[in-house]
């Protein structure tokens, strides 16, 4: 260090971090402090390109992040803990399919298809935005996409799953395409209405329960088509799902809580 400024030395070995004495290190940095000249010497310009040149040679041998896949892009939409649940679905569908073209009906020849249809999206819902099925969901919560959006497109998601199979099933089984297909948007509907006060999961449950005690069960015991089933029950499905989206609307919030994981 010369009598007025550090030397260019000094400074360069400054500037890398380099080992210096302590008391060496303490009069260069109090006297940078008062000099601007010398703060000049270490303009931006010179110490990117010290440590440009410093990281160059080695930039050949640093292993890079591979790219994105496209298929990975599709966690942006699908839980990962709904996959198994899909999978699920789409076999029970499968199942109900074989019972029916094998001949076992329920009542007056009621499809099996008609019968689960409304309430298997429900359950893919539910793995996608729950606590209790979804080991992820601390970070699907916490992350800048949670709240309704990410919702929609998660339940977005499991519908293009369930919906395509259950339309096949209803080919192959004659269940009518129309019968189930506004039930089944109303009870998705309404798990997440219902969810956003007790949360999604719990409303699976409670509305999976609902149908197979006040449908299901009636149907079987009375081997009758049950009225919610038929053409008329039409409007009252368009008006239920009319609700449920309103309570989406006005509660929409409620899924940046956590309180709608559960």
């Known amino acids: 260090m010369t009598t007025d400024h550090p030397g260019d030395h000094l400074l360069h070995r400054y500037c890398q971090g380099d080992d210096s004495p302590a008391d060496e290190l303490w009069a260069v940095e109090s006297h940078l402090e008062t000099c601007a000249p010398c703060r000049a010497r270490l303009a931006p310009e010179p110490i990117a390109q010290a440590v440009w040149t410093g990281l160059s040679p080695l930039l050949d041998h640093t292993p890079q992040m591979p790219r994105a896949r496209a298929w990975r892009r599709v966690h942006g939409w699908v839980s990962p803990a709904a996959g198994p649940w899909l999978a699920m679905i789409l076999l029970v569908i499968a199942a109900a399919v074989a019972l029916d073209r094998a001949g076992f009906a329920v009542g007056d020849r009621v499809s099996l298809v008609l019968l ?55 080919l192959l089984t004659d269940a009518g395409f129309a019968r189930w297909l506004l039930p089944c948007l109303a009870f998705t509907v309404g798990t997440l209405a219902l969810g956003t006060l007790i949360g999604v999961t719990r409303a699976a449950v409670v509305l999976i329960a609902a149908w197979a005690l006040a449908i299901v069960a009636p149907t079987i015991a009375f081997s009758r088509t049950a009225v919610v089933l038929g053409p008329a029950a039409a409007p009252v499905w368009i008006a239920l799902l009319g609700a449920g989206v309103v309570v989406l609307g006005l509660r929409r919030m409620a899924f940046t809580r956590l309180e709608a994981n559960r």
Request: hydrophobic share 60%; proline share 11%; aromatic share 6%.
């Open 116 to 170: 689960v249809a409304p309430v298997l999206p429900v359950l893919g819902v539910a793995a996608s935005w729950g606590r209790s099925l979804d080991p992820a969901w601390e970070l699907a919560a916490a992350t800048p996409r949670a709240g309704l959006p990410l919702v929609f497109r998660r339940t977005a998601a499991v519908l293009a799953v369930v919906v395509p199979g259950l339309a096949v099933a209803s």
